[in-house]
């Protein structure tokens, strides 16, 4: 079985397909590589301010951010 996503990664993934916004689309508006962005919303890489540029842009809590998805 793969790596399980913490629940602020499952909804940022909800948060974009509900704005239709792709990966390269949030990685512009945070200003970071599309290759950055992808790894922080989908949990290989933790950055804090990153999660919060990414929480704030998709309107979703920070709160749920956890490397090991507990």
């Not at 933790?46 to 309107?59: G, Q, R």
């Amino acid at each position: 079985m793969g790596k399980v996503l913490s629940p602020w990664c499952k909804q940022a993934k909800i948060a974009m397909i509900e704005l239709d916004m792709t990966v390269v689309e949030l990685a512009e508006k945070i200003g970071k590589s599309r290759e950055y962005t992808s790894a922080v919303v989908n949990g290989r890489i933790y950055a804090e301010p990153v999660v919060k540029a990414i929480s704030d842009v998709l309107n979703i809590p920070e709160t749920a951010c956890s490397l090991n998805g507990n």
